[in-house]
C-alpha cells in the first residue's frame, strides 16, 4: 500500500506518519521546509517572538515587582537568531521523525497529474512522477492580500514579513484585528512601537464573545495600542521613508510599516486538483466527513479545506485522513470503518497579553442552537496564583445546559489560558458535567482554581 501526501505541514506530516505507523509506505512531497506554515512561518516563530515581548514587557513593569530593572531594548539580530533557532531545532525533528519511519521526502513542487500520481518537479530541476494507491492533499493556505494594496511597495508587510524579523518598526498599521493581527499588535507594543489596529467589523477578534473582546481590546489599549474600529484602509502610499493609510472615515495614519493580516485562503489553485475533478467551495478542497474529496482514492485535510484554520485542527484532520485512506484500503468486501473528527471540543487560542482560550459554544451561540444555557463568570482578580503573578486581569466564563449541566463552552481570558483550557476541552470530550469538574480538588495555588469557581457557581445556576 503506497500513500502519497502533497504537503508538509502540521497536516501532511502527521497525515504522512501516521500512514506509516499503519504500515503504509508514504511519499511526502514538500516545496519548501518539513513543518509548513506553523513552524516556519506561523505558531512558532510568532511564539518566540512573543516569549521575548513578555519579557520585555515584564522587565518595564519591574517595580511593581519589586525590583529594579532597565527597560529591555530590543537587539533584532539576536531575537531573529533564537527564532530561527527554535524553529530549526522543530523542523530538524520532523525531518528526524520521517527518516525514523522511512518515509520518502520528495523535496518539489507536486501537481496532482491523475487521481493516483503527483508529478513533482524537484528542487533540483528534475521531473519525477510518484504513483500510489492514494493521495492525501495538504497544500495549506496562502496570505490573502487585500486587491487595494501594492504588496510590492516596500513598507507593506505580511505576517511572513513580520515573522522575517528585519526590523522593529518604530511605528507600524496593522489592517486586521483578528488573531494573527492582535498578537502582532500585542508583540510590537511591548517591544515599545507604536501601534495602530484597522478592524473593517465594529470588535475586534470577529465572531468572539463579546466579554471576550471586550476585555481583550481593554488589555492592548492599555498596552498603548489604538484601535481604528468599523473602518477600513481604503489606500496605501510611501512618501520618502513614509507610509501614510487613508482610511475609509477619512483618517489619514503615518507609519513606517503597514502589515496586511487580513486572513488567510486555501492554497488550491495551480497544482491540478480541479482538472483532476476535484470539486471546490471557492478556495476550499470540498471533503466529507471522513476527509473524502468528490475524487475516489483523494482525500484533504488542513487549511486548504477551510473551516478552523489551526495547526493542531490540521494535524488531527490529517491523522484521521490517514487511518481512513489505510482503512479504505485494506477493506476488500465490506464498508470500512471510517473516522471523523469532533470539532466542537478543539481549543482555540490567542497569545495575547493576557491569552485568550476558547472551546464550544459562547452563551449566544448556545441560544442560536436551540440550548437552554446558563452562564457563570469567575476572575482572577480573587485568584491568589494569579494576583502573586500579577497577571489577574481577565476572567473564565463557563456556558452548560440548564438541567443537566453538560458544558456547552467555555472563555478564558487570563494568565496561562492556552494552558488551562484542555481542562474544560477534555471535560467537554468526556461528556463530564459543570458539577464534575467543580468537585474536581484543583491544587493551591494555581489559576486553574478559577476554572472550578466557574464551575462550581454553573453547577449552581444549573440546578445540578
Ligand atoms: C502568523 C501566523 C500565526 C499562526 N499561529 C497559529 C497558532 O498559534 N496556533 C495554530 O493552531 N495555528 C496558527 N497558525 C495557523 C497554522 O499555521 C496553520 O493552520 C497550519 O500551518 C495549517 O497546516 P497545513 O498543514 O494545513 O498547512 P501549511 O502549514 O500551510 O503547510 C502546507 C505545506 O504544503 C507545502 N506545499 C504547498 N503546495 C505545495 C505543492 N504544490 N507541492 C509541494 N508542497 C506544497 C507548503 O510549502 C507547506 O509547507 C498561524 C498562522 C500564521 C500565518
Redesign the pocket.
Given at each position: 500500500m503506497h500513500i502519497i501526501v502533497?504537503?508538509?505541514?502540521?497536516?501532511?506530516?502527521?497525515a504522512a506518519f501516521e500512514a506509516a505507523r499503519l504500515g503504509a509506505d508514504v511519499t511526502l512531497?514538500?516545496?519548501?521546509?518539513?513543518?509548513?506554515?506553523?513552524?516556519?512561518?506561523?505558531?512558532i516563530?510568532?511564539?518566540t517572538i512573543l516569549r521575548s515581548a513578555h519579557i520585555v514587557a515584564d522587565t518595564r513593569n519591574a517595580r511593581k515587582f519589586g525590583l529594579n530593572a532597565a527597560v529591555a531594548s530590543v537587539d533584532v539580530e539576536a531575537l531573529r537568531a533564537r527564532k530561527e533557532g527554535v524553529v530549526d531545532e522543530l523542523v530538524g525533528q520532523v525531518e528526524g521523525t520521517a527518516r525514523r519511519l522511512k518515509v520518502r521526502v520528495v523535496e518539489?513542487?507536486?501537481?496532482l497529474a491523475d487521481p493516483r500520481s503527483v508529478r513533482?518537479t524537484r528542487a533540483d530541476g528534475g521531473v519525477e512522477t510518484v504513483t500510489g494507491d492514494a493521495v492525501i492533499l495538504?497544500?495549506?493556505?496562502?496570505?490573502f492580500k487585500l486587491p487595494s494594496i501594492d504588496h510590492e511597495m516596500p513598507g507593506v508587510w505580511t505576517?511572513?514579513d513580520?515573522?522575517s524579523l528585519v526590523d522593529i518598526p518604530k511605528d507600524i498599521v496593522i489592517i486586521g484585528g483578528g488573531?494573527?493581527g492582535l498578537?502582532?499588535a500585542c508583540a510590537y507594543a511591548a517591544f515599545g512601537s507604536r501601534v495602530a489596529v484597522v478592524e473593517l467589523m465594529e470588535q475586534v477578534l470577529p465572531g468572539n464573545d463579546r466579554r471576550v473582546v471586550k476585555q481583550t481590546q481593554a488589555s492592548l489599549e492599555a498596552m498603548g495600542v489604538e484601535f481604528y474600529l468599523g473602518d477600513a484602509v481604503e489606500r496605501v502610499e510611501r512618501a520618502g521613508e513614509r507610509m501614510s493609510s487613508t482610511l475609509r472615515s477619512g483618517t489619514t495614519l503615518e507609519s513606517d510599516v503597514v502589515m496586511s493580516?487580513v486572513g488567510?485562503v486555501p492554497?488550491s489553485a495551480?497544482?491540478g486538483f480541479e482538472e483532476a475533478g476535484i470539486e471546490l467551495d471557492r478556495r476550499a478542497v470540498k471533503v466529507d466527513a471522513d476527509f473524502r474529496t468528490s475524487v475516489e482514492g483523494v482525500y484533504a485535510?488542513?487549511?486548504?479545506i477551510g473551516g478552523m484554520?489551526?495547526?493542531?485542527?490540521?494535524?488531527e484532520e490529517?491523522v484521521i485522513a490517514a487511518r481512513n485512506a489505510v482503512a479504505e484500503l485494506s477493506t476488500v468486501g465490506a464498508e470500512a470503518q471510517l473516522e471523523s473528527v469532533r470539532y466542537d471540543c478543539i481549543p482555540?487560542?490567542v497569545?495575547t497579553f493576557p491569552n485568550v482560550a476558547v472551546v464550544g459554544s459562547s452563551r449566544d451561540a448556545a441560544k442560536e442552537r436551540g440550548i437552554d444555557a446558563v452562564q457563570a463568570v469567575a476572575k482572577f482578580a480573587a485568584n491568589g496564583k494569579a494576583l502573586g503573578e500579577g497577571e489577574a486581569e481577565g476572567f473564565v466564563q463557563v456556558v452548560a445546559e440548564k438541567g443537566s449541566g453538560r458544558i456547552i463552552g467555555c472563555q478564558i481570558v487570563g494568565p496561562h489560558a492556552v494552558e488551562t483550557i484542555h481542562e474544560v476541552a477534555l471535560a467537554m470530550r468526556e461528556d463530564l458535567t459543570v458539577l464534575e469538574v467543580a468537585e474536581m480538588v484543583h491544587a493551591h495555588p494555581t489559576v486553574s482554581e478559577v476554572i472550578k469557581m466557574a464551575c462550581r457557581d454553573a453547577a449552581g445556576k444549573c440546578g445540578c
Open positions: 502533497l504537503g508538509g505541514g502540521p497536516g501532511g506530516h502527521a512531497v514538500e516545496r519548501d521546509r518539513l513543518g509548513g506554515t506553523c513552524l516556519n512561518w506561523g505558531c516563530p510568532t511564539k518539489g513542487e507536486g501537481v513533482v495538504a497544500t495549506g493556505s496562502v496570505v505576517s511572513d513580520a515573522v488573531v494573527i498578537e502582532f493580516a488567510r492554497n495551480g497544482f485535510v488542513g487549511d486548504l484554520m489551526l495547526a493542531h485542527v490540521a494535524e490529517g482555540a487560542c497569545y
